[in-house]
């Protein structure tokens, strides 16, 4: 178990171009979660999976912004268009569904949009 | 909703004092409660955790919360400050059913020498 991976760590990208970040999960856990932290903030919850399925999303999760996982295992979030203001620090965390949601953490991917 | 606030987003504190970090919680249900703490560009790490066993629950690091269910509150304290100690703190609240966690604005804590 290496617990939860995030590739990249880092993405600097000019303003209008697409991103894309990867997430592998622990392997035994079948919920995956992404969240957006933003400095001097804490984690904002951006969506949820249970195996393959997308089960909430938040407002914050803007048309540009797409999520799958589509073996229940790795998922992407991908950024269409990236403003300004889409960088952040895109965590990544899982969570087995038994047990008092414990979420365990990734590294984080520090997106920067020039 | 569930919502959290702490209080103070920077503590210092001497290397050996008593931290105490404050979390009040909202919630509608009986709530899931999490502190974490993350280091400098890390991701979040967890520190300990209430879900409705005992309410004074102890952690890793020397680190201890007590949920208090009439003021709504859990937090979090360590007797005696380590420099390693230095970093932000987030409190989180979930409840049963509810499957994702609601952070506060996070505590960054300062070790003074």
């Known amino acids: 178990d290496t617990g939860v991976s995030q590739d990249p760590r880092h993405k600097i990208t000019k303003r209008g171009q697409n991103v894309t970040f990867r997430c592998d999960p622990i392997?035994?856990?079948?919920?995956l979660y992404w969240y957006r932290q933003t400095l001097g903030q804490g984690p904002e919850f951006l969506t949820y999976?249970?195996?393959?399925?997308?089960?909430?999303k938040s407002r914050l999760l803007s048309d540009r912004f797409s999520a799958e996982r589509p073996k229940g295992s790795f998922s992407t979030l991908e950024i269409q268009r990236t403003e300004q203001g889409d960088s952040a620090m895109y965590l990544c965390?899982?969570?087995?569904?038994?047990?008092?949601?414990?979420?365990?953490f990734g590294a984080g991917s520090r997106l920067t949009v020039l | 909703a569930q919502s959290v606030t702490q209080l103070g987003s920077h503590v210092s504190v001497s290397e050996g004092a008593l931290v105490l970090l404050r979390c009040n919680y909202s919630?509608?249900?009986?709530?899931?409660l999490f502190w974490y703490v993350q280091y400098p560009n890390q991701g979040l790490q967890l520190l300990l955790k209430?879900?409705?066993?005992?309410?004074l629950v102890k952690g890793i690091n020397g680190f201890e919360a007590e949920f208090k269910k009439s003021e709504t509150s859990f937090h979090l304290t360590k007797p005696s400050a380590h420099m390693s100690d230095a970093a932000e703190y987030f409190c989180?609240?979930?409840?049963?059913?509810?499957?994702?966690?609601?952070f506060g604005t996070g505590t960054r804590l300062t070790i003074i020498p």
């Open positions: 965390a899982s969570s087995p569904i038994t047990g008092a949601n414990v979420l365990t």
């Open positions: 392997s035994e856990h079948n919920r």
């Open positions: 999976f249970q195996n393959e399925a997308q089960l909430e």
């Open positions: 919630s509608s249900v009986p709530p899931y």
């Open positions: 209430y879900t409705s066993a005992a309410t």
């Open positions: 989180a609240v979930s409840e049963f059913g509810n499957e994702k966690l609601t």
